[in-house]
């Protein structure tokens, strides 16, 4: 019993000390709180000096992933970017073999039907496009059109198709011009132009400003018509005399009179044969 009692006031000694003791501990002076904040600083400073290499194998590792967690923290927070949370996927399972959600599905086949009718609208515009170019290449400035008889054998043959420039002016002796007179459309070659005189002798010889014209390349002569065409003829401005290659039965300026440049088309700058298809 009197052990116990020395025991109990023992006891009661410690534990008024420890209370005394915490008591100084929970209110330090000034110079001891000091004292604790600039050893707990040194042990900051102490643990963020230490460098990488001198971590262990699993310090480093940690260490790297916080450093590199803490960037992307502060990056995305100054950029103004949500912190984006990985998700976790089963083993076996990639993001790739995710199916797509069925909101996806629709706006795929919702998709479809608006590119078919975007590329048909497309293909309708060019379309348009290469019809108006052409309609103005060859209804202002090309024509084509074929050989409708025997008149400018052998140079040109019957079903041949002729390419004529309309926007040429400036013809000359020798050119070829397709050109319409009362209503119908002929081919022929301009031999007098405006100023100079036309005549056609008896002897089927045609003769320009009083000179008998030689002609390497027409194998027929170049008789007269009983029409009302008087010789010799004085051209005007912008009148042509045009006379045929096959010079016995065509039509040309013989049985008609002169060409005036309004009547004439344009001038045949190609030909494409056709006969014998």
Do not use: H
């Amino acid at each position: 019993m009197e052990r116990s009692v020395q025991e109990t006031e023992a006891f009661g000694g410690k534990r008024a000390a420890f209370r005394t003791s915490g008591r100084r501990s929970a209110r330090p002076e000034l110079g001891e709180r000091q004292s604790f904040e600039e050893a707990y600083k040194e042990l900051e400073n102490k643990k963020t000096d230490r460098e990488p290499d001198s971590f262990e194998p699993d310090e480093e590792e940690d260490f790297s992933r916080r450093r590199k967690n803490a960037q992307q923290t502060k990056t995305s927070r100054k950029q103004g970017k949500p912190l984006l949370q990985k998700k976790r996927l089963s083993l076996g399972w990639t993001q790739k073999n995710r199916k797509p959600s069925s909101i996806n599905q629709k706006d795929k086949r919702t998709q479809q039907p608006q590119n078919g009718m975007a590329v048909i609208r497309s293909f309708l515009v060019r379309l348009a496009m290469l019809v108006v170019l052409l309609a103005v290449l060859f209804g202002v400035v090309f024509g084509i059109t074929p050989m409708a008889n025997a008149d400018m054998q052998p140079s040109i043959c019957a079903g041949d198709l002729m390419l004529y420039y309309r926007l040429e002016k400036d013809l000359n002796s020798d050119d070829v011009v397709v050109f319409k007179k009362d209503g119908e459309t002929y081919t022929g070659r301009i031999v007098a132009k405006g100023g100079d005189t036309v005549e056609i002798t008896s002897d089927s010889e045609l003769k320009v400003n009083g000179s008998i014209v030689v002609e390497n390349e027409i194998y027929y002569s170049t008789p007269q018509y009983d029409t009302d065409v008087q010789y010799p003829i004085s051209l005007e401005e912008k009148e042509y005399f045009i006379l045929c290659d096959s010079r016995e039965g065509a039509k040309d300026s013989r049985y008609f009179g002169p060409v005036t440049q309004k009547e004439i088309k344009g001038k045949v700058i190609t030909i494409i044969r056709r006969s014998g298809i």
